[in-house]
């Protein structure tokens, strides 16, 4: 049994050290490792996209293809291995797509405590994508240092860009008001403040009055019949405050979208499958690699498409990663990968016809 233990310890570091020198030739190779760790311990790895999907994905009016990542909440991986783990799966069921998506959306929260080496450990981990990946912020990787490190890895936390035809803007939707200088919190205090859950303390999460206004200024060149696709880390409408399942000045942004046609919000920071719509926009959460959040005891939309509650004796339930299609009309399908279970297709045509037709199926795996 010792035998057995100590060789499972030389396959772990081996691993690590791999990820620390993760290259995209390393990466296939850290992964078997990672395999071959889960068998000797007993933990299978859950499986990996559908290829269903991908056909599909076929659909003669279908136009492109991205993948998401979000929330991995990398600690350094000698403190904690398991979402190290987890952030390799996505990578490695998304170079496993086929065809490649167009590029990946990373949701935010990369890091738990915005420390330089949680965050260059993930950049160094998503560089073994193989599509281009975009980068969104999360709080978890902003409030140690306001962003410094993270925008030196990644650039700018607010941009947009165009891509087959769609308007894509991506948010930093955490910004909060100032309340750690009057009581003098150190940066590692505001950090783990704005870490919790529940932050009695804390403040809403908002877009700003600055960056409302460069939205305002970006879509001034973006013609309303345009399809709109806009990012943000916390949902841009309101679920829960006390959790920050929240944007404070939500209905303002929703206001500079409503004059487009076609608009979806896509959002991390939730760790759930989330839908919603407001007017004309199609929202929708992603899943964290790392853990799945209890949905809010109040404040869900009507149009929920409710995961069951994550089986605790199973580290990857609950979690995932996924892909959106995007059609030449502008709307979106919605994959949930999640790991354990059925991925799950919540499609544009649920949401225009409110909740009316092709409704996803609901889960039938027990709760534990
Ligand atoms: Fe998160
Ligand atoms: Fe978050």
Not at 19 to 46: E, I, N, Q, W
Request: hydrophobic share 40%; with cysteine.
């Amino acid at each position: 049994m010792k035998d057995r233990y100590d060789e499972y310890l030389k396959e772990r570091d081996a691993y690590f050290d791999r990820v620390t020198r993760l290259g995209r030739r390393d990466f296939l190779k850290a992964s078997g490792v990672a395999a071959a760790v889960a068998v000797a311990t007993g933990k299978a790895l859950p499986h990996s996209f559908q290829p269903v999907d991908v056909v599909q994905a076929a659909a003669p009016e279908q136009s492109f293809r991205f993948a998401y990542v979000s929330d991995s909440h990398l600690y350094e991986k000698t403190l904690n291995e398991r979402f190290v783990r987890s952030i390799l799966k996505a990578v490695d069921d998304v170079n496993a797509l086929v065809p490649q998506p167009d590029f990946i959306l990373y949701g935010g929260d990369l890091a738990q405590l915005g420390q330089a080496k949680e965050l260059d450990e993930g950049a160094q981990i998503l560089k073994a994508l193989k599509a281009p990946v975009r980068m969104m912020v999360g709080e978890h990787d902003w409030y140690l240092d306001m962003g410094e490190k993270w925008r030196t890895l990644f650039g700018k936390d607010t941009y947009s860009f165009d891509h087959k035809g769609v308007h894509f803007v991506v948010l930093n939707s955490v910004i909060v008001e100032d309340y750690w200088t009057s009581p003098k919190m150190t940066p590692m205090e505001r950090m783990l403040a704005m870490a919790q859950l529940d932050n009695p303390n804390g403040r809403p999460f908002t877009v700003g009055d600055a960056q409302r206004d460069w939205l305002k200024n970006d879509l001034a060149k973006v013609k309303p019949e345009t399809p709109l696709i806009v990012f943000s880390h916390s949902p841009l409408y309101k679920i829960y405050k006390a959790w920050n399942f929240w944007t404070d000045d939500a209905e303002q942004v929703q206001a500079l979208l409503a004059p487009f046609k076609t608009v979806t919000v896509i959002h991390g920071h939730t760790h759930q499958m989330l839908t919603n719509r407001v007017g004309n926009i199609h929202f929708h959460g992603m899943l964290s690699t790392a853990w799945p959040w209890p949905y809010a005891p109040q404040g869900l939309p009507k149009l929920l498409v409710r995961m069951n509650r994550a089986d605790p004796f199973d580290e990857f339930d609950g979690c995932g990663d996924g892909s959106v299609e995007v059609f030449k009309n502008g709307r979106s399908d919605k994959n949930y990968n999640l790991w354990s279970r059925n991925p799950v297709k919540v499609s544009a045509g649920y949401l225009d016809s409110d909740g009316a037709a092709a409704r996803p199926p609901r889960e039938t795996d027990v709760n534990y």
